[in-house]
Protein backbone atom coordinates (compact mmCIF):
# COMPACT_ATOMS: atom_id res chain seq x y z
CA UNK A 1 0.00 0.00 0.00
CA UNK A 2 1.13 3.86 -0.75
CA UNK A 3 2.77 5.45 2.14
CA UNK A 4 0.40 8.62 3.04
CA UNK A 5 1.65 11.96 2.34
CA UNK A 6 3.59 13.84 5.05
CA UNK A 7 1.49 16.07 7.16
CA UNK A 8 0.94 20.07 6.76
CA UNK A 9 3.75 20.54 10.07
CA UNK A 10 6.03 17.53 8.68
CA UNK A 11 6.15 19.15 5.17
CA UNK A 12 6.71 23.10 6.83
CA UNK A 13 9.57 21.53 8.71
CA UNK A 14 11.55 19.55 5.83
CA UNK A 15 10.79 22.87 3.88
CA UNK A 16 12.32 24.82 6.65
CA UNK A 17 15.48 22.46 7.58
CA UNK A 18 15.73 21.45 3.81
CA UNK A 19 17.06 17.67 5.34
CA UNK A 20 14.37 15.37 6.06
CA UNK A 21 16.36 12.83 8.07
CA UNK A 22 17.43 15.64 11.16
CA UNK A 23 13.44 16.28 11.45
CA UNK A 24 12.60 14.45 14.68
CA UNK A 25 8.97 13.96 15.58
CA UNK A 26 5.76 13.88 15.89
CA UNK A 27 6.43 14.78 19.62
CA UNK A 28 4.10 13.52 22.22
CA UNK A 29 1.81 16.43 22.90
CA UNK A 30 -2.08 16.62 23.30
CA UNK A 31 -3.02 19.70 21.47
CA UNK A 32 -0.53 19.91 18.57
CA UNK A 33 1.57 18.07 16.02
CA UNK A 34 4.91 18.76 16.85
CA UNK A 35 8.53 18.48 14.68
CA UNK A 36 11.62 19.61 15.98
CA UNK A 37 14.99 20.27 13.95
CA UNK A 38 17.80 22.71 14.01
CA UNK A 39 18.33 25.42 11.55
CA UNK A 40 21.29 26.82 9.84
CA UNK A 41 22.39 30.07 10.90
CA UNK A 42 24.45 31.00 8.19
CA UNK A 43 27.71 31.34 9.54
CA UNK A 44 28.77 27.94 8.35
CA UNK A 45 28.92 26.58 12.16
CA UNK A 46 26.62 23.88 13.50
CA UNK A 47 23.30 25.29 14.48
CA UNK A 48 23.26 25.38 18.80
CA UNK A 49 19.79 25.58 18.91
CA UNK A 50 16.48 24.02 17.17
CA UNK A 51 13.26 24.74 16.54
CA UNK A 52 9.53 23.36 16.33
CA UNK A 53 7.44 23.59 13.59
CA UNK A 54 3.48 22.63 15.12
CA UNK A 55 -0.10 22.34 13.87
CA UNK A 56 -3.07 21.82 15.84
CA UNK A 57 -4.25 18.50 15.33
CA UNK A 58 -8.01 17.57 13.53
CA UNK A 59 -10.74 16.68 15.22
CA UNK A 60 -9.66 18.05 18.98
CA UNK A 61 -12.08 18.74 21.57
CA UNK A 62 -10.70 22.32 23.52
CA UNK A 63 -11.82 21.87 27.14
CA UNK A 64 -10.14 25.07 27.98
CA UNK A 65 -11.18 28.37 26.95
CA UNK A 66 -8.60 30.40 24.76
CA UNK A 67 -8.02 34.04 24.84
CA UNK A 68 -5.10 34.66 22.32
CA UNK A 69 -5.40 34.44 18.31
CA UNK A 70 -2.01 33.48 18.72
CA UNK A 71 0.54 31.84 21.04
CA UNK A 72 3.53 32.75 19.20
CA UNK A 73 2.16 36.15 18.81
CA UNK A 74 1.65 36.38 22.75
CA UNK A 75 5.80 34.89 23.16
CA UNK A 76 6.89 37.91 21.15
CA UNK A 77 4.79 40.64 22.89
CA UNK A 78 6.09 38.57 26.51
CA UNK A 79 10.26 38.84 25.32
CA UNK A 80 11.87 40.54 28.08
CA UNK A 81 9.07 40.89 30.30
CA UNK A 82 9.00 37.00 31.26
CA UNK A 83 11.67 35.20 31.93
CA UNK A 84 12.64 31.51 30.66
CA UNK A 85 9.71 31.22 27.73
CA UNK A 86 10.42 30.14 24.13
CA UNK A 87 11.98 32.78 21.26
CA UNK A 88 10.09 33.07 18.63
CA UNK A 89 11.85 33.23 15.21
CA UNK A 90 10.01 34.25 11.82
CA UNK A 91 11.51 32.12 9.03
CA UNK A 92 10.08 32.32 5.80
CA UNK A 93 6.72 33.60 7.23
CA UNK A 94 6.50 30.75 9.36
CA UNK A 95 6.72 31.52 13.19
CA UNK A 96 9.09 29.27 14.77
CA UNK A 97 9.42 28.65 18.20
CA UNK A 98 12.68 27.54 19.70
CA UNK A 99 12.73 23.86 21.42
CA UNK A 100 13.76 24.17 25.07
CA UNK A 101 16.54 21.72 25.82
CA UNK A 102 15.86 19.66 28.89
CA UNK A 103 13.91 17.49 30.80
CA UNK A 104 10.36 18.11 32.11
CA UNK A 105 9.70 18.91 35.97
CA UNK A 106 7.72 15.67 36.05
CA UNK A 107 10.09 13.61 34.65
CA UNK A 108 12.58 15.15 37.74
CA UNK A 109 9.83 14.78 40.36
CA UNK A 110 6.53 13.13 39.46
CA UNK A 111 3.30 14.00 40.31
CA UNK A 112 2.64 14.09 43.94
CA UNK A 113 6.51 14.38 45.20
CA UNK A 114 7.76 17.41 46.33
CA UNK A 115 9.92 20.31 44.20
CA UNK A 116 13.14 21.01 45.09
CA UNK A 117 13.83 24.65 46.32
CA UNK A 118 15.44 26.18 43.97
CA UNK A 119 13.07 25.00 41.24
CA UNK A 120 9.91 26.17 43.62
CA UNK A 121 12.03 29.93 44.06
CA UNK A 122 11.46 29.87 40.12
CA UNK A 123 7.72 29.16 40.20
CA UNK A 124 7.21 32.17 42.47
CA UNK A 125 9.85 34.07 40.21
CA UNK A 126 7.34 33.46 37.28
CA UNK A 127 4.21 33.96 39.29
CA UNK A 128 5.76 37.56 40.12
CA UNK A 129 6.49 38.06 36.31
CA UNK A 130 2.73 37.21 35.62
CA UNK A 131 1.29 39.67 37.90
CA UNK A 132 2.76 42.61 36.64
CA UNK A 133 1.96 41.94 33.20
CA UNK A 134 -1.54 43.81 33.51
CA UNK A 135 -4.64 44.17 30.67
CA UNK A 136 -3.45 47.77 29.48
CA UNK A 137 0.33 46.69 29.10
CA UNK A 138 -0.38 43.55 26.95
CA UNK A 139 -1.52 44.65 23.52
CA UNK A 140 -2.52 41.41 21.22
CA UNK A 141 -4.83 39.94 19.38
CA UNK A 142 -8.01 37.93 21.52
CA UNK A 143 -9.78 35.39 20.48
CA UNK A 144 -12.75 36.68 22.43
CA UNK A 145 -14.68 39.97 21.42
CA UNK A 146 -14.61 42.68 23.87
CA UNK A 147 -18.24 42.38 25.26
CA UNK A 148 -17.08 38.98 26.70
CA UNK A 149 -14.46 39.62 28.56
CA UNK A 150 -15.35 41.19 32.01
CA UNK A 151 -13.79 44.37 34.05
CA UNK A 152 -10.87 44.63 35.47
CA UNK A 153 -11.17 42.82 38.64
CA UNK A 154 -14.36 41.58 38.02
CA UNK A 155 -13.47 38.18 39.54
CA UNK A 156 -16.99 36.61 39.64
CA UNK A 157 -17.51 37.31 36.13
CA UNK A 158 -14.36 35.61 35.10
CA UNK A 159 -15.26 32.97 37.19
CA UNK A 160 -18.74 32.57 35.65
CA UNK A 161 -17.95 32.73 31.87
CA UNK A 162 -15.27 29.82 32.92
CA UNK A 163 -18.27 28.06 34.31
CA UNK A 164 -20.22 28.64 31.02
CA UNK A 165 -17.60 27.51 28.77
CA UNK A 166 -17.67 24.33 30.96
CA UNK A 167 -21.56 23.82 30.34
CA UNK A 168 -22.04 24.63 26.76
CA UNK A 169 -18.74 23.68 25.09
CA UNK A 170 -17.33 20.52 27.57
CA UNK A 171 -20.94 19.20 28.75
CA UNK A 172 -24.04 20.43 26.08
CA UNK A 173 -21.60 20.40 23.04
CA UNK A 174 -21.19 16.97 24.12
CA UNK A 175 -24.34 15.55 24.99
CA UNK A 176 -24.91 14.22 21.81
CA UNK A 177 -22.11 11.48 22.41
CA UNK A 178 -21.76 11.32 26.10
CA UNK A 179 -25.37 11.86 27.51
CA UNK A 180 -25.92 8.31 28.78
CA UNK A 181 -22.29 8.25 30.10
CA UNK A 182 -23.28 11.64 31.91
CA UNK A 183 -26.47 10.46 33.51
CA UNK A 184 -24.57 6.93 34.28
CA UNK A 185 -22.38 8.55 37.10
CA UNK A 186 -25.02 10.94 37.99
CA UNK A 187 -24.48 14.14 36.54
CA UNK A 188 -26.80 16.66 34.37
CA UNK A 189 -27.54 19.71 33.70
CA UNK A 190 -28.57 20.62 36.95
CA UNK A 191 -24.60 20.15 38.31
CA UNK A 192 -23.81 23.44 37.25
CA UNK A 193 -26.86 25.55 39.19
CA UNK A 194 -25.47 23.58 42.24
CA UNK A 195 -22.00 24.86 40.72
CA UNK A 196 -22.13 28.47 40.42
CA UNK A 197 -24.10 28.97 43.54
CA UNK A 198 -21.32 27.00 45.58
CA UNK A 199 -18.50 29.27 44.01
CA UNK A 200 -20.09 32.65 43.77
CA UNK A 201 -18.94 35.77 46.38
CA UNK A 202 -15.60 36.15 44.91
CA UNK A 203 -13.47 39.20 46.39
CA UNK A 204 -12.54 41.79 43.62
CA UNK A 205 -8.77 41.20 42.68
CA UNK A 206 -6.94 43.66 39.76
CA UNK A 207 -6.50 41.00 36.69
CA UNK A 208 -3.17 40.31 35.32
CA UNK A 209 -1.65 37.85 32.42
CA UNK A 210 -2.49 33.84 33.43
CA UNK A 211 -0.87 30.41 32.29
CA UNK A 212 -3.71 29.18 33.39
CA UNK A 213 -1.95 25.24 32.55
CA UNK A 214 0.91 25.43 34.71
CA UNK A 215 1.48 22.13 35.27
CA UNK A 216 4.74 19.39 35.55
CA UNK A 217 4.83 19.04 32.09
CA UNK A 218 4.97 22.26 30.88
CA UNK A 219 8.17 23.38 32.84
CA UNK A 220 11.22 22.79 31.33
CA UNK A 221 14.26 21.88 33.53
CA UNK A 222 17.76 22.97 31.75
CA UNK A 223 20.96 21.19 32.20
CA UNK A 224 21.84 24.35 34.35
CA UNK A 225 18.61 24.01 36.58
CA UNK A 226 16.77 26.66 34.99
CA UNK A 227 13.12 26.78 34.49
CA UNK A 228 11.18 27.16 31.40
CA UNK A 229 7.88 27.83 30.31
CA UNK A 230 6.30 26.37 27.27
CA UNK A 231 2.71 25.69 26.04
CA UNK A 232 1.00 28.88 26.19
CA UNK A 233 -1.83 28.36 23.95
CA UNK A 234 -4.34 28.51 27.32
CA UNK A 235 -3.31 31.78 28.49
CA UNK A 236 -5.83 34.16 29.67
CA UNK A 237 -6.09 38.06 31.16
CA UNK A 238 -8.13 37.42 34.61
CA UNK A 239 -7.81 36.82 38.10
CA UNK A 240 -4.02 36.19 39.60
CA UNK A 241 -6.08 33.68 41.92
CA UNK A 242 -6.85 31.49 39.74
CA UNK A 243 -3.63 30.79 37.92
CA UNK A 244 -2.72 29.42 41.86
CA UNK A 245 -5.42 27.46 41.77
CA UNK A 246 -5.16 25.83 38.81
CA UNK A 247 -1.69 25.54 39.38
CA UNK A 248 -1.78 23.38 43.14
CA UNK A 249 -4.71 21.60 41.48
CA UNK A 250 -2.52 19.80 38.54
CA UNK A 251 0.69 19.86 40.22
CA UNK A 252 -0.27 18.00 43.36
CA UNK A 253 2.01 18.93 45.29
CA UNK A 254 2.55 17.45 48.74
CA UNK A 255 0.43 19.42 51.67
CA UNK A 256 3.16 21.52 53.47
CA UNK A 257 4.35 22.29 50.09
CA UNK A 258 1.36 23.57 48.98
CA UNK A 259 1.13 25.52 51.93
CA UNK A 260 4.61 26.84 51.51
CA UNK A 261 4.03 28.09 47.55
CA UNK A 262 0.92 29.26 48.56
CA UNK A 263 2.10 31.86 51.32
CA UNK A 264 5.25 32.98 49.14
CA UNK A 265 2.59 33.52 46.12
CA UNK A 266 0.33 36.02 47.78
CA UNK A 267 3.63 37.99 49.17
CA UNK A 268 4.76 37.90 45.91
CA UNK A 269 2.09 39.03 43.54
CA UNK A 270 0.74 41.73 46.31
CA UNK A 271 4.21 43.02 46.37
CA UNK A 272 4.15 43.61 42.33
CA UNK A 273 0.06 44.39 42.18
CA UNK A 274 -1.59 45.47 45.48
CA UNK A 275 -4.66 43.78 46.16
CA UNK A 276 -3.88 40.75 44.20
CA UNK A 277 -4.07 38.70 46.84
CA UNK A 278 -6.76 39.76 48.67
CA UNK A 279 -9.21 37.49 50.09
CA UNK A 280 -7.57 34.07 49.02
CA UNK A 281 -7.70 32.58 52.21
CA UNK A 282 -11.69 32.22 51.26
CA UNK A 283 -11.34 32.45 47.63
CA UNK A 284 -8.85 29.65 46.77
CA UNK A 285 -10.97 26.47 48.27
CA UNK A 286 -14.20 27.94 45.61
CA UNK A 287 -11.47 28.32 43.06
CA UNK A 288 -10.14 24.46 43.56
CA UNK A 289 -13.52 23.58 43.86
CA UNK A 290 -14.37 25.00 40.22
CA UNK A 291 -11.12 23.10 38.65
CA UNK A 292 -12.53 19.86 40.50
CA UNK A 293 -16.25 20.37 39.01
CA UNK A 294 -14.52 20.96 35.66
CA UNK A 295 -12.35 17.82 36.07
CA UNK A 296 -15.33 15.53 36.32
CA UNK A 297 -16.64 16.23 32.90
CA UNK A 298 -13.21 16.50 30.50
CA UNK A 299 -12.09 13.71 32.21
CA UNK A 300 -14.94 11.53 31.80
CA UNK A 301 -14.96 12.27 28.22
CA UNK A 302 -11.34 11.79 27.66
CA UNK A 303 -11.78 8.54 29.85
CA UNK A 304 -14.31 7.32 27.13
CA UNK A 305 -12.15 8.00 24.50
CA UNK A 306 -9.19 6.38 25.27
CA UNK A 307 -11.10 3.50 25.91
CA UNK A 308 -13.15 3.02 22.94
CA UNK A 309 -15.01 3.18 20.84
CA UNK A 310 -15.10 -1.01 20.67
CA UNK A 311 -16.91 -3.59 21.94
CA UNK A 312 -14.26 -5.23 24.48
CA UNK A 313 -11.46 -2.69 25.81
CA UNK A 314 -8.85 -4.03 28.66
CA UNK A 315 -10.67 -4.91 31.52
CA UNK A 316 -7.53 -4.21 33.96
CA UNK A 317 -7.54 -0.75 32.26
CA UNK A 318 -11.57 -0.34 32.57
CA UNK A 319 -11.35 -0.96 36.61
CA UNK A 320 -8.18 1.78 36.63
CA UNK A 321 -10.32 4.30 34.91
CA UNK A 322 -12.93 3.70 37.30
CA UNK A 323 -11.13 3.65 40.58
CA UNK A 324 -9.87 7.17 39.47
CA UNK A 325 -13.03 8.82 37.98
CA UNK A 326 -14.50 8.02 41.49
CA UNK A 327 -11.96 9.56 43.44
CA UNK A 328 -12.51 12.73 40.95
CA UNK A 329 -16.34 12.46 41.48
CA UNK A 330 -15.78 12.38 45.25
CA UNK A 331 -13.40 15.67 44.84
CA UNK A 332 -16.30 17.69 43.09
CA UNK A 333 -19.65 15.96 44.96
CA UNK A 334 -20.54 19.22 47.21
CA UNK A 335 -19.47 21.18 44.38
CA UNK A 336 -22.06 19.92 41.95
CA UNK A 337 -24.20 18.73 44.61
CA UNK A 338 -23.82 15.35 44.12
CA UNK A 339 -26.20 13.09 46.28
CA UNK A 340 -23.93 10.33 46.16
CA UNK A 341 -20.50 8.64 44.02
CA UNK A 342 -21.19 5.65 42.34
CA UNK A 343 -18.20 3.03 43.29
CA UNK A 344 -15.74 2.28 40.90
CA UNK A 345 -17.33 -0.95 39.48
CA UNK A 346 -20.06 0.96 38.26
CA UNK A 347 -18.52 3.76 37.00
CA UNK A 348 -16.31 0.37 35.04
CA UNK A 349 -19.43 -0.79 34.12
CA UNK A 350 -21.19 2.48 32.23
CA UNK A 351 -17.67 2.90 30.32
CA UNK A 352 -18.01 -0.22 28.64
CA UNK A 353 -21.72 0.07 28.10
CA UNK A 354 -20.33 3.54 26.22
CA UNK A 355 -17.69 1.89 24.69
CA UNK A 356 -20.31 -1.28 22.75
CA UNK A 357 -22.98 1.50 22.64
CA UNK A 358 -20.06 3.38 20.02
CA UNK A 359 -18.96 0.50 18.66
CA UNK A 360 -18.04 0.79 14.69
CA UNK A 361 -21.05 -1.43 12.87
CA UNK A 362 -20.89 -4.85 12.87
CA UNK A 363 -18.79 -4.60 15.40
CA UNK A 364 -19.60 -7.30 18.84
CA UNK A 365 -18.68 -8.27 21.74
CA UNK A 366 -16.09 -10.77 22.47
CA UNK A 367 -17.89 -13.81 23.41
Not at 17 to 36: A, K, N, R, S
Not at 50 to 68: S, V
Not at 175 to 197: C, H, M, P, S, Y
Not at 322 to 342: D, F, K, M, Q, T
Request: charged share 25%.
Amino acid sequence: MPSEPPSTARRRAVEACGDPGVVEGPLQGHHHETYVFPLDDGSGAAPADRWKCREPRTGLLWFDRRCFDSEEQLLTALSGRISGIPEIRDFGGLRLQRFVEGRTLGAVRGSGLPVPDGLLRQIVGLFRELAGVTPETLVVERRCRAGDRPEDGDTNGFLDRLVSFTEESVYRSNLGAFATLFEDVGVDGDAFKNLRKHVSGLTERPFCLLHADLHRENLIVDPEQRLWTIDWELAMVGDPLYDLATHLYLMRYPEWQARRLTGRWASTVEDVRPGASQGWQHDLGLLLAYKRAQSVFTDLIRAALSLGPGPDPDRRRLGRTGGRLSRILAEAAVPLGLGSVPAPDRIADALLRWCRDHAPAGGGAAG
